[in-house]
Each structure stands twice: as C-alpha cells, then as structure tokens.
C-alpha cells in the first residue's frame, strides 16, 4: 500500500460520523479493508460492536405509555365497582297518532317529559290545561252519522231535527224536550254532544233519564283531546262537527240552550257555521221547559221557518185616548218573545195628541230590553190634516201603514188600542202560524187561510146579534165536523187583535185601490150596495169583508174558554172609530142604522175577560195539538155552518154579482184568470174597448 493510500485511510477515520436515523448500530455499506486486524478503524468498531451487545435500559416514552395503560385500569375498576343499580327503565317513546283500536276516548296528547313525576313524589291532582291546538280528528262520528241513512239525510228537505250541547248541564235541558219530541214522531230527532267532558255516551243518557223509547239518535261529536283544547280549537271544532253532520242529515232546524249555562265557543262556532250553510239555529231561553214545549208539536218543515217568519205590530191611535194606548203599550212590554225576534212596532197618531199620550211616548222605548244590534223598532207617525178622516181616507192611511218585503214570510198584526193583550198572545200567533203556514202536512186548504185573530167576538159584524162559536159534535148534514172545543175558521174579518198574512195583505192593497177607483167611476151597486159592517169597526173591515167573499178566504178564531181571552176588549174608554164620530149624534135617533152608539151595540155591553198568563198548551184544548184546517168547523160571514164545497160555491156566486156590479165588467166579458196575489180578475174597468 502506498503511503498516499495510507495517509487518505487515516484521513476519513479521524472525521466525526454522520448522526443515525435509527436506534443502534448499523452499517452503512463500510469496505472490506476497514474490518482488518490491525488496522486502527478496527478498534474503533470493535469496541462500538461490544457495546451493541449489552441490552439497553427501557425509554422514557415507554415508561409513561406503561404508566398511563395502569391508571386507565385503575379507572375501570373503580367505575365498575362502584356502578349504580337502582336506575329507571327507559321511557317509550310518545305515539302522537290514533290508538290501535276503537276506545271510549282517544289518549291524552303528548306532555312534556319535565312534567312527568318522579319516583318517591306524591302524587297530585292537576287540573287540565285547556292550551292544545293541534289538528281535530273526530274518532266517534263517523259511524253514527253512516247509521242514520234511514232518515234520508241526504236529501236537502227531510224531517231531521238536531239537539247540540256542549255543556252538560245544557245537555240536561235539552235532552228531555228531545226526547218529547221524538216520542210523537213527526220528525227524526238527532243528539250531538259537542264539550269538552270525556263522560260515555251511555252514562250521559243514563244520568239523563234517557231510555230507548225515546227513540233519538245520538253522535258524539266531540274531537280528539277535547279536556285540554283551547278554547280557539273548541270553537273550531264545534264548527266543523256541525259541518259534517250537516252533510249527512242535513238537519231543518238545529235546537241549542240559550239559558247562560251553555260554552260560549260552542254556541258561536255552531251559529257562525249555520249561517254559512244557510241552517236554522233555534235559542230556546230560560224555563223553555215551561214556555216553549208546544215547539215539540211543529214538525220540520215548521221548525225550519222559526227565524224566517217576520210579524209587524200596527196600532191605530184615536184622539183623545190615551187611557187605551198606554194600557195597550204596557201589555205588549210585559209580553213574552222568548226565542224570536222582536216585531216592528207602528203607531199611527191622530193630528192632536193630547199630553199624556206625548209625555208617554217620549219615554216608551221599543224593545223594552235595549238591544245594540236591532236598535229602536218603533215607528210613530203623526197625521198632518186637522180635519177628521172620511171613511176613503181613513182606509187607505190604515192600510199603506204597512208593506211586507217578502210576501210569504212578513205578516202584520192589527190592534184596536181597546186591546190589553195575554203575555202568552205571540206564542199563540207563532204557533199556528208556523204550523198552517209552513207545516209540510198542513197543505189543505192553507190558500183560502186570510189570518189568525187573537180575539173570540161576542156578535157579528153588524153588532146586533150575539155570536155563539161552535161547540162539541158540531155536523154538518150527517157529517160530524168537530168534537170537543175547537179552534173554528169563520169568514168574518177582524179588526180588534188580528193577524193578516203578507199574501193576503198585498192582495187586499190591491183589491181596495181597483175598488175605490170603481166607486169614483161607476154608479153606485143595486145589490151589494149595503153596509153589512158595524160602524163600531174601522172603514177598511168593509173592504176586506167584500175580498174574503169574493175570494172564498177565512180567518182562525181560537175556542178556548168563556172566561179567559188571548185579547181582553175594554169598553170603559171605548172611542168610536175617528171617521164615524161625526155621524154619530145624528145616526143615534134613527131605527134600523147601523151605528156607533154604545148603547146600541152588545159587543159594547160584553163582559170582560180576563187575559190568560198560564202556559200555553194548558189553555188549548187536545192538549195543544192543533187540528187540520179541514177539521175545523167552517162558518160563512154571517155565521151558517158549511162545507168546504158549499163554501166555495157561495164565492163563485158572490165573485160573479161583484165582477158585474163593482167590477165594471159585462155579462159577455170573459172570464179572467186569476193571477197571484192581484184581483184584477174582480174588475174589468182598465179592459180594452171591444
């Protein structure tokens, strides 16, 4: 070897070695020569080798690894040991939908889990929180509704009445009137119960005194958690639960309590949706039990018209009689509208007023009870001649007092101010009149119907010969008519306290405008010339009595006792008829005239009667139950028994003589038509000249 070879091998084992990217020796790939005996690079590696050899002490990575694997140990350990064993088993999860099968009420709605008691709490009542506005399902409705088919619900005209309550004890109220009802079997007859209380079905009826005999149908109306619905979700729900039975029994009329012990969001929720739909919504008030029961007689049809039928009060006022009015004005204060709405009231004053008469007015208020949403319902109108009104005049002032908006449906009533009036009198008229006018089984004879009179006379028109009404087994020819006392149909107008339906109220405008232009046109009549009408009656009972003959009409009269009047007449302040008192001095002294002297008159020497104020269906005779038109006796003006035949035969007779005499028709005129509620049929004096 060369001494450069030498010096150059010296040379790389004196220089430091590079640092190691792993623990421990290891070679690097040195040359064969560095390994020799002898060769001082040897003693170098020999010693590196030898310490390679001795085993190393562990790191200090390690220790801490070792040292943290035993605490975690530790930890388990302890955890374990110490692991408690009285926990709760886990709560089911809330099911918000319906119960897997029918129960007697859908389960409470979810509640917050905070609420729920814990284990060692004493367990207390809480009271429901009416706060829950989810969505409404009704559970129960359905089926009942599908099982009433047999009522022809379906159809929009049937004969389903519908009780609804949400209260109970309004439902106590209720459910015996329904019960009545159903038991007579004019209607079909449904219970809905509507609140909020989870009582069965079964127990409400049971509580109630409801058996099967009763014979309603019931529908438990109430929706899904109705204890703790808002009241917002009651009213909601009262209002959609009466919509779908409404789609399915289409009820005529629908009965609620109105006596203060009903929910107010049922009865608000029910009637804004009844509106809606166009249904009938009857409030009975308080004591109806009492009051109204002759509503159980009516059958749907009449039911249906309750709020329809419209009634105006007009009173003709007389001079100088204040005594009159004012007990007049007093009677129909302490009358009882319960349920209906109040009638318009018109008082046609005289040109002078005396000063009681004013003085009450000013602080006579129509309705009695203010109400906000009608307002005043008075009328007073005050005459401007100062001279008395002729007969023409005083007929026509009367008539044009009143004009009905729907012919069908507005009526008006006449009162003499000689008139104190039963509390009961408009119960009466509502009665009869909703079951001749608008009953679905009352259709006989119901066209020829001219009105109802709250007053039984003690003489005929002409006042001069005393009135007997009919009386048990009353026949005519072999046919027996009547049995018992019994309401009567008499042709004879009434101007005291009656009722004019709007129809025949339009017709007889029109009647007295063609026959007062006839008597200014033609001569006066060789045979109906004759005044067969009192003078102690006002000037347009004469026109109206010539009407009813020429048309075959009648008016209902009630029968009820000798004692007892619907319409007490007071002679003490009589007051002649304000056209007549002029010609009543010198008519006094002449035999044979019909006049106004009340020393000539026996309806003016009749005893008084006292007024009625016992319930209604205690006064009627069948226990209230009204007979068919074609059951009544039938009596002409002038108060012969007839038949309906021979009835009608004396009016085409009477329609003949007057179309000849007062018509201006000939006898080769040709007969007209009659046509609705005009009379120009009657009179020929605006035909074409042939």
Known sequence: MSVGSIRNATHRIAMPMPPRLFPGDVELGKRDDDHRPGSKSGVGLG????HRQIPHRPHRRTLKRIALGILVLIGFYYFFKNMPTDLESPRARPNYGPPPTPKPHPPNPPKDPDT?????????????????????????????????SRTRGSELINNNVLFAAASLKSAAILLPIACDMAIRERNFVHFALMGRDEIPMDILQSVN???????????????????????????????????????????????????????????????????TLGRTVIELPDNAEKNLMWLNLLDSASLSAWNKVSIDIIVHAQPSASGSLIRLLQSLKKADFSSSALPRLTIELPHDIDEPTRRYLEHFRWPP????????????????????????????????????????????????????????FFHFLKYNTLEYMYSTNRGDLRQSLMGISLDLPSTYLNDSSSFTPPVANST???????????????????????????????????????LLSSQHTLPNPTILNKKLVSKTYPSWLEHVL???????????????????????????????????????????????????????????KDKEKMIIKTSLLSILPKKGELPRLSEMPLLTWDGELVDVDEFGGQAVDYSTIFRREIGGCSEESAEKDRVGMFTGDLFCLNDPKI
């Open 476 to 514: 005519v020819g072999e046919n027996v008519v009547s049995t018992g006392v019994t309401p009567f149909l008499w042709q004879a107008p009434n101007s005291n306290a009656a009722l004019y339906f709007g129809d025949k109220w339009v017709e007889i405008h029109d009647f007295v405008g063609q």
């Open 116 to 148: 729920v008691p814990k284990q060692g709490q004493k367990d207390t009542v809480e009271v429901p929180q009416h706060d829950f506005n989810g969505p409404i399902k009704f559970y129960h409705l359905a089926s009942s509704l599908h099982a009433v």
């Open 546 to 604: 010539k009407l009813v003959r020429a048309r075959g009409y009648w008016t209902i009269y009630p029968n009820i006792d000798v004692q007892h009047s619907l319409a007490a007449l007071h002679h003490d302040l009589y007051k002649p008829p304000e056209e007549y008192s002029d010609e009543m001095k010198a008519e006094a002294s002449e035999p044979g005239e019909l006049t106004a002297d009340p020393k000539e008159h026996l309806s003016l």
């Open 369 to 424: 009870v203010p109400d906000h949403t009608t307002g005043s319902l008075l009328t007073l109108h005050h005459r401007i001649p100062q001279h008395g009104l002729t007969a023409e005049e005083n007929s026509i002032r009367f008539l044009e007092s009143f004009w009905p908006a729907d012919p069908f449906m507005s009526h008006v009533l006449v009162l003499s101010p000689m008139v104190e009036l039963s509390p009961l």
């Open 47 to 50: 010693i590196a080798w030898q």
């Open 209 to 275: 005194g409801i058996s099967k005999e009763c014979k309603i149908m019931f529908h438990d109306a109430r929706p899904d958690y109705s204890s703790q619905s808002s009241d917002f979700r009651m009213e909601v729900s009262s209002a959609a639960a009466f919509g779908h039975i409404n789609t399915f029994i289409h009820p005529q009329a629908t009965i609620i309590d109105d006596s203060g012990e009903e929910e107010s969001w049922f009865s608000r929720g029910l009637k804004d949706r009844a509106i």
